[in-house]
């Protein structure tokens, strides 16, 4: 069973920096893109950068300057560099992959949520 999990959320004053770390286990034959996706209370789930297999990233308007998305194909891992951290930014945060598995082909997996909480 091919699974995502993440790691590095918690509690963190305003101007602060964290770093969310997502790595893929199980039976696989590669993984395609890899995102992080947030939602916060009361509000629909949002991407917040994404990245291909070869690098290329895209990161949301809100975030972009302050949040690095980068990623370990050997590791099989994503990572989301949060600097500059607001109250704005808390949230659950979510790792998802496209990954390439044995006799199903393409599988969208995603993490169980890591908690992220900016405080003023």
């Known amino acids: 069973q091919v699974q995502l999990v993440e790691s590095g959320g918690g509690l963190v004053q305003a101007g602060g920096s964290l770093r969310l770390s997502c790595a893929a286990s199980?039976?696989?034959?590669?993984?395609?893109?890899m995102a992080w996706y947030r939602q916060a209370a009361g509000k629909q789930r949002e991407l917040v950068a994404s990245?291909?297999?070869?690098?290329?990233?895209n990161v949301a308007d809100s975030v972009k300057g302050r949040f690095t998305i980068s990623r370990d194909n050997a590791k099989n891992a994503v990572y989301l560099q949060l600097n500059s951290l607001k109250p704005e930014d808390t949230s659950v945060y979510y790792c998802?992959?496209?990954?390439?598995?044995?006799?199903?082909?393409?599988?969208?997996?995603w993490g169980q949520g890591t908690l992220v909480t900016v405080s003023s």
């Open positions: 990245i291909t297999s070869g690098g290329s990233t």
């Open positions: 199980g039976r696989m034959f590669g993984i395609d893109a």
């Open positions: 998802h992959a496209n990954i390439r598995v044995p006799e199903i082909g393409a599988l969208e997996v």
